[in-house]
């Protein structure tokens, strides 16, 4: 068994078979890529196996999704990682720097997933299109990234933030919201 494996075992998450296929391979690729291009913190495997557990958490609390969106999605947390943990769910990934958009492209490619597009803007960049979920991590506080998914809301989106214990701080008491608290995150999600 995986150190990967063990994690997501110790913490009752259900994953496709596939998953842990792909998972290892595009932790193979990101090591790779981390190399010459700094795409991530997370330099070894076992930190890129946390980040991965951090990212697919939250499929243990979301309901059914059709499209989902991830703001800023970097190296692929959380985007990328859902994407492989919810097949049937059509994933926008949204990258601005080159460097990384093209790491997700290469992934996608790589891996033959065709439950993802990558697009290489800023989100205010984008058509105004609803999601059913727009996930954001490490990107700016909870108020900018309410601005941001506003024009990929409908009545019923969920937000889904990843934050820390600042969450506290950044919340809107009006908001109809949830924070799921875990080992060092806080999922902050929001019904709009």
């Not at 979301?62 to 943990?85: V, W």
């Not at 059509?90 to 996608?108: C, D, G, W, Y």
Request: net charge neutral; proline share 6%; hydrophobic share 40%.
């Amino acid at each position: 068994m995986t150190n990967l494996h063990r994690l997501i075992k110790e913490q009752n998450i259900t994953v496709p078979e596939l998953f842990f296929k792909q998972a290892e391979q595009y932790k193979v690729l990101l090591v790779k890529w981390n190399k010459i291009h700094n795409l991530t913190g997370a330099k070894t495997p076992a930190q890129i196996d946390d980040f991965i557990v951090d990212a697919i958490t939250p499929i243990t609390f979301l309901p059914p999704l059709k499209k989902a969106m991830d703001i800023g999605t970097g190296a692929g947390f959380p985007g990328m990682i859902l994407a492989f943990a919810l097949p049937n769910t059509h994933f926008t990934l949204v990258e601005p720097l080159s460097k990384r958009a093209s790491f997700l492209q290469f992934v996608k490619a790589d891996l033959g997933l065709q439950n993802v597009d990558v697009k290489a803007l800023r989100a205010e960049q984008l058509p105004s299109e609803p999601y059913d979920l727009v996930t954001s991590r490490a990107v700016t506080d909870t108020q900018m990234l309410l601005k941001l998914s506003e024009p990929f809301c409908s009545n019923g989106t969920l937000l889904l933030f990843y934050k820390g214990e600042k969450v506290y701080d950044e919340i809107d008491e009006s908001l109809d919201y949830t924070i799921i608290e875990a080992q060092s995150r806080h999922y902050l999600l929001i019904k709009r």
